[in-house]
């Protein structure tokens, strides 16, 4: 348990959750919270009452218009585009990252990669946030996430303090590149997300980023990946993206979309460590006779699948909610549930408990006012016995005064007898 404080923190979140379920049913009925549908939700993002801040600092995401998973890879078809019927085209701009969120493009309102370590990553943000980046178009070299101190008030801070490593987002995009999955990369300025977040400072932006909002720009390819020492110092870990999707770029004026091209040459690899190249065929491809980019392999299934119901007439179908998966460990899944259920048990054993010393008691104060009862009957059929008794005793002793003579009265009838034999033998003498 000890080496793996995943474990022990999970343990410790279900822990004070028994806890806290206790607790609550001591002091009262909870709060309640209340969950939007997604049908239920505006087209816009709205801001609801808990909302601190002004603008959209705390606004919440409006409808989600299409009905795939959100771990969804690849672009999204027409099929999932259960509102216009079109899927979201290459080209397409949105206001800010809220609305891109509504169209799955993009699924994070603030952070740029959007991914798992253990599953790969969806799709990408590029604004320039890092001085290392750079974009090309048509290939770009992206900076990884980490390395910044963002505690705090630091939410702004361009500073890098430690070295990037291989871990969470940024080992989701180098899982994409050894599988060869499409991302979906997402160009925007910084002021669409100064709308959301509290950015002050000044980006250096791309040429091929939007005048304005958040533009889809299609599916890329990472081909390599790596580390080395950024700008600052530290060590940043980098990705070579390829476009290959079967559209045109917005800011081309081809017909036709990309084709399999070189790759170009990176100079910084030469001091580069950690690289890590595909090995195996890539699961998305160009294939020659459809002459277009298809899946070769086919994509993973989803672990977050979506919940959709019929619109109303049985053609549309809407997501209604997105199941929250448990964590892939099934060794901590088995921990929590038993330590969940142990906690429970005390629970429900401490009331019953509870319960029984409760009736113990009032059973107790009963045969106590009953034994009460009882003892007092008996002291009055006892003070009644006793004087009847007493009575008794009284009319005895009155019969035996009367009946048996004083001993004063023995006495003197036998001072009297012995003088009656004196004068009687006086007499006799006499004679």
């Known amino acids: 348990m000890a080496s793996q404080p995943r474990i022990n923190s999970s343990l410790v979140i279900a822990i004070r959750m028994a806890k806290m379920t206790r607790s609550n049913a001591a002091s009262g009925p909870p709060k309640p919270y209340y969950s939007v549908l997604n049908q239920n939700k505006p087209d816009k993002a709205y801001t609801t009452e808990r909302a601190k801040k002004t603008g959209k600092a705390n606004a919440c995401s409006g409808k989600i218009f299409v009905t795939v998973a959100p771990d969804h890879f690849g672009p999204i078809l027409a099929e999932n585009d259960s509102e216009r019927g079109m899927g979201v085209l290459v080209g397409e701009t949105w206001e800010d ?84 999955y499409p991302v979906r990369v997402v160009r925007y300025t910084v002021m669409a997300l100064y709308m959301i977040t509290s950015l002050s400072h000044k980006e250096k932006r791309s040429a ?60 910084e690899l030469k001091d580069a460590t950690d690289v890590t190249e595909r090995k195996a065929p890539p699961s998305w491809d160009y294939d020659e006779e459809k002459a277009c980019w298809i899946w070769k392999v086919p994509p993973p299934e989803s672990r977050k699948q979506t919940d959709r119901i019929d619109a109303g007439d049985g053609t549309k179908p809407r997501i209604v909610r997105r199941k929250t998966q448990m964590m892939s460990n099934p060794q901590v899944n088995r921990e929590l549930m038993s330590v969940i259920e142990s906690l429970q048990r005390q629970t429900k054993e401490m009331e019953e408990n509870a319960v029984l010393e409760e009736e113990m008691l009032n059973k107790d104060d009963e045969n106590g006012d009953k034994e009460e009862d009882k003892d007092n009957k008996s002291e009055m059929e006892v003070k009644d016995v006793s004087s009847e008794a007493n009575e008794d005793i009284k009319g005895s002793d009155e019969t035996e005064v009367i009946a048996k003579p004083s001993p004063k009265a023995n006495k003197k009838r036998k001072v009297e007898s012995q003088d009656q034999k004196q004068e009687g033998l006086a007499e006799a003498r006499w004679q």
């Open 208 to 267: 091929y980023a939007p005048e304005k909002g958040v533009r889809y720009d299609g599916v890329y390819r990472i081909e390599k990946c790596w580390r080395k020492p950024g700008i600052q110092g530290y060590k940043v870990c980098r990705y070579l993206f390829v476009r290959c999707d079967n559209d045109p770029a917005p800011w081309t004026s081809d017909e036709n979309g990309d084709r399999p091209r070189s790759l170009p040459t990176i100079k």
């Open 97 to 180: 990252r809220l609305e891109c969120r509504q169209w799955g493009a993009h699924l994070p309102h603030v952070a740029g990669i959007c991914g798992q370590s253990d599953y790969g990553a969806q799709s990408v943000a590029l604004s320039g946030g890092y001085e290392d980046n750079e974009d090309h178009g048509e290939w770009f070299l992206y900076t990884g996430s980490g390395g910044r101190d963002l505690s705090g008030n630091k939410r702004t801070n361009k500073t890098q303090s430690f070295d990037q490593k291989f871990d969470k987002s940024n080992e989701a995009l180098r899982v994409s590149c050894k599988k060869g």
